[in-house]
């Protein structure tokens, strides 16, 4: 298992790759759980690990606009991006997120076919009124994406745990797989849940908090050392 550490900045992107972090994510917080950050901080951050690790960022939690969102990840990939992440936070149903998916694969692949296409749902999708976590893993594999994720909207406390139980994130982990895509589990995570997403063969371990000072992923900053014991730890 992978372990994802998304950093606002430099300094913390430093602080993730001195832990060593597999996936270095650049997101920003102050705009949502998939909160996208700037074109120039992930150009700054892409051009100093120089291919060194994998390069993950964040479109944002976004409406159903294909062509905005599109648009926008394909900044993502022009500024650096191996991976891209879209939260499709305002998308309702299946029809809607797979037309959000669609435009994003077909602008991030004929610029860069190398580069990692992530579908995320929320595991509290139905506090928001999303499409489901079931219907991720549909959309993901009907527009081509090679990862479906699931990480939690809100971030007031309770994890990805708390919004799903272990058998339906048995049942997300084994359907995405039998699609063959990869899958990402975030939400709060922490070293009390490595044990449980291993058991249920997750690939991508997504996290901020927990590897912050405080265990606060709004005013903490991310801290080698946390970094270092979660990695190990897995």
């Not at 299946?94 to 602008?107: C, G, H, I, T, W």
């Not at 993901?140 to 745990?161: F, H």
């Not at 699609?179 to 990402?184: G, M, N, S």
């Amino acid at each position: 298992m992978e372990l994802l550490v998304s950093a606002i900045n430099l300094n913390e992107a430093k602080e993730a790759l001195m832990g060593d972090a597999d996936i270095l994510d650049i997101k920003n917080p102050k705009e949502g759980s998939l909160g996208a950050n700037f074109p120039w901080v992930i150009r700054q951050i892409s051009q100093y690990v120089n291919k060194s690790k994998v390069i993950s960022t964040t479109v944002g939690d976004v409406d159903y606009k294909p062509g905005t969102v599109s648009l926008a990840a394909l900044g993502c990939a022009v500024s650096g991006s191996d991976y891209i992440k879209v939260g499709l936070y305002g998308t309702h149903n299946y029809n809607q997120a797979k037309e959000v998916m669609d435009a994003v694969v077909k602008s991030v692949k004929e610029y860069d076919n190398s580069i990692t296409v992530v579908a995320c749902g929320y595991a509290d999708y139905y506090n928001i009124n999303s499409v489901s976590s079931q219907e991720i893993i549909e959309v993901a594999r009907d527009s081509n994406c090679d990862v479906a994720m699931l990480d939690t909207y809100n971030k007031n406390g309770n994890t990805l745990t708390d919004y799903q139980s272990t058998d339906e994130l048995t049942s997300f982990v084994d359907k995405a797989h039998d699609y063959d895509l990869k899958v990402a589990l975030a939400g709060s995570v922490n070293q009390d849940h490595i044990n449980l997403l291993k058991q249920l063969d997750c690939d991508i371990m997504g996290v901020r908090g927990c590897v912050c000072s405080g265990g606060d992923r709004n005013t903490g900053h991310i801290d080698s050392q946390l970094v270092k014991q979660l990695k190990d730890n897995i």
